[in-house]
DNA sequence: GATGCCCACCATGGTCCGGT
DNA sequence: ACCGGACCATGGTGGGCATC
C-alpha cells in the first residue's frame, strides 16, 4: 500500500483552521454519520490548494486530538506543562466543546441538550491561548458573547453560546481528558419526556442560536464573497496589463517587419532601364 | 398499513504499535 | 514529535419479521 504523505505544517493548520470554525463544530457535534461534514472540510482544503481527502482529514484530526488528550494527561499526572506545537490552537476548540457540549442546538441533538442540561457538570480547561497558529481573543468591548478566531485563512468571528466565558477568561479548574467518556449520541438517547420546561428553554436557546449562526454565516460568505472579488480584480489587472503589453509587443514587431519589408522591396526594385 | 422488535452491517472514535 | 495502519468497542442504520 503506498503510503500517504506526510501533513506539512501550513496544511495542519489549515486544517485546524477549517475543523474549528463553529459551523463546523456544531455540524460535527450534531451528528454522529461525519462524513459528509469531513468532506465539505476536504473540499475546503482542495479550494484552499491542499488535497486530502475527508478520511485523511478524519483521521488527521483524531490524531491531533489523542495527541492533545495524551500531553495533558502526561502534564497532569507529572505536574508538567509540556505542550504540542497544536495545543493551543486545540485547547481552544476542544476545551471549549467541552464546555458546551451537547449545547450546540438543532432539532435532532435536543435529547442530548437536554442530557447536558439536567446533568451540566463537565467543564474543562479553558488553557490559554496565545498562539501564532490560531489566535482566540475576546471581544469584550460590546459583545462579550463572542470570540474572536483568526484564522490564517480569513478571519472569522464565530458565536459563543450564551452565559459561556471564553477560554481564555474562564476560571474553570482543569479537567483531564475525556478518555472514553460515552459521547452523547442522538438518537440512542431516550426518555427525559417530562421535562418540558427545559425543552422549551432549549428550543429558544436554539432559535437564538440558529439566528447568531445566520448572521455569521452571512458576515463570512460576505467576507469570502469580498475576497474573491478582490482576487478576480487583481487577476484582472494583470490580465489587462499582460495584453497591452502583448500588443505593444505586437505593434512594434509589424512595424519593424513593415520597415523591413519595405528596405527589401526597395532593393529588390528592377533597375528603371537607362 | 402501522408499529415494534431483532439482528446484521458498518461508520466512528479510541487506543496501540511500529516506522520516520 | 509526528505519522499511518490495525484493531476493538460502541452505537446508528436499515431490512426482515411478527403483531395489531
Redesign the pocket.
Known amino acids: 500500500?503506498?503510503?500517504?504523505?506526510?501533513?506539512?505544517?501550513k496544511?495542519?493548520k489549515t486544517l485546524i483552521g477549517i475543523w474549528s470554525e463553529d459551523e463546523v463544530q456544531r455540524e460535527?457535534e450534531s451528528?454522529?454519520?461525519?462524513?459528509?461534514?469531513?468532506q465539505k472540510i476536504s473540499q475546503r482544503m482542495w479550494e484552499l490548494g491542499y488535497n486530502r481527502s475527508p478520511?485523511?482529514c478524519?483521521?488527521?484530526?483524531?490524531?491531533?486530538?489523542?495527541?492533545y488528550?495524551?500531553?495533558k494527561e502526561y502534564n497532569k499526572r507529572n505536574g508538567t506543562n509540556?505542550k504540542?506545537?497544536?495545543h493551543d490552537a486545540l485547547d481552544a476548540v476542544l476545551g471549549r466543546r467541552a464546555e458546551h457540549v451537547g449545547r450546540s442546538v438543532t432539532a435532532e441533538s435536543s435529547t442530548s441538550l437536554l442530557e447536558s442540561v439536567m446533568s451540566c457538570n463537565g467543564v474543562e480547561d479553558g488553557g490559554d491561548s496565545d498562539d501564532d497558529v490560531l489566535s482566540v481573543s475576546i471581544d469584550n468591548a460590546d459583545d462579550r458573547s463572542r470570540t474572536r478566531i483568526s484564522s490564517p485563512i480569513l478571519p472569522v468571528t464565530l458565536p459563543l453560546s450564551p452565559g459561556l466565558s471564553s477560554p481564555a477568561s474562564s476560571n474553570i479548574t482543569a479537567e483531564e481528558?475525556?478518555?472514553?467518556?460515552?459521547?452523547v449520541?442522538?438518537?440512542?438517547?431516550r426518555g427525559h419526556s417530562n421535562h418540558i420546561d427545559a425543552m422549551r428553554e432549549i428550543f429558544l436557546m436554539a432559535e437564538e442560536r440558529e439566528d447568531r449562526r445566520q448572521r455569521v454565516q452571512q458576515e463570512f460568505e460576505e467576507r469570502r464573497l469580498q475576497v474573491l472579488q478582490e482576487l478576480e480584480h487583481s487577476a484582472g489587472i494583470r490580465e489587462a496589463e499582460l495584453i497591452n503589453t502583448l500588443a505593444q509587443f505586437n505593434q512594434g514587431l509589424l512595424s519593424v517587419m513593415g520597415q523591413l519589408v519595405s528596405v527589401m522591396a526597395s532593393n529588390h526594385s528592377p533597375q528603371p532601364p537607362p
Do not use: S, Y
Open positions: 500500500m503506498e503510503k500517504t504523505k506526510p501533513w506539512h505544517n496544511e495542519t460535527l451528528t454522529v454519520r461525519n462524513q459528509k461534514v469531513f478520511d485523511r478524519r483521521v488527521k484530526i483524531k490524531k491531533l486530538k489523542q495527541d488528550r495524551r500531553l509540556r504540542t506545537k497544536w481528558p475525556r478518555p472514553t467518556v460515552p459521547r449520541r442522538g438518537k440512542r438517547r
